[in-house]
């Protein structure tokens, strides 16, 4: 029997339904479990008053929070305040920053971002985001975080710790951007959760499921975690492969083979076939390993 397009539509809406609200109880048992374990957490930037989380976020762009923290406090006693800093000159700045990342241009953007603040908002440090976000060196993620942090407005910004960990558990789906995420994410709780849910993910990413590798055995959440639960669908390790007879082992048709195919799994992840018969099952014979990987979401 077919389905009409008006039954296949309905049908899909049912599905994302019950997809959305399955995400939905995941999202309340992991944030409840990372609560518990991790604890109220706020930004690991040092500052004490809006215009210090302003600058220090706009240099911790493709950089560590360690390294901005390291150069903040000579840069903060030498222009403690955004209208000290709006008298200065990106040379002037740049001595201050070169330790980190992009020191020229980011030198340039505070300069220009202190000039805007007082020159757009009497000297103020704007607190919506769409005003922070029209400020030389703020972008969505910067806005986001100053937003939220410094004037506790509902928010949450996404980066790479918060891409991955979000994507790896499965509390999004099919999210390959992080508009995307921040907009699933937004989705699964009220928004006076979504800076503390910002925390948790990034704590998370950062000190447990690292980006190279996953402490998934001590995770609290290993058994609800999309990505733990591919991990041990993996083929276990064979014993008894002949390294001599060729690189790779097909289990399929099982025979030995040094040129490698490679195929586009159906989560779009590059994975090593057999170059006869086109199959994943393969493993490395000098260690008896599977060559399957598991899509992983490192930005
Ligand atoms: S189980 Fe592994 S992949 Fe999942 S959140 Fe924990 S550490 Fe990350």
Known sequence: MYLGVKNILQLTVKLQKLSKKRRAELAAT?????RSEIGTQTTELQHINPYELLVATILSAQCTDERVNLV??????????????????????FPFIRSIS???????NLAKMARQVVKNFDGRIPRTVKELESLAGAGHKTAQVVAGVAFG???LAVDTHVFRVANRIGLTRHARTPQAVESQLKSLAPPEEWTDIHHLLIFHGRYHCTARS??????????????????????????????????????????????A?????????DQISCPRCGSMNIFRSSSGRTTRRIKDYRV
């Open 261 to 269: 195919d490679s195929v586009s799994d159906r989560y779009g992840t």
């Open 153 to 155: 407005e509902p928010t």
């Open 102 to 108: 992009f020191p020229n241009n980011k030198a340039k």
């Open 214 to 259: 996953p402490g998934c055995d001590t995770c609290v959440i290993n058994n609800v975690c999309d990505y733990a639960r591919r991990l041990t669908r993996l083929p276990k390790d064979r014993s008894g492969l002949d390294a001599s007879r060729g690189r790779f082992f097909c289990a399929t048709r099982g025979h030995y083979f040094d040129e």
């Open 30 to 34: 992991v944030f409840d479990r990372l």
């Open 72 to 93: 903040t406090p000579a840069l903060f006693e030498k222009f403690p305040t955004v209208m000290e800093m709006s008298t200065a000159s990106a040379d002037d700045i």
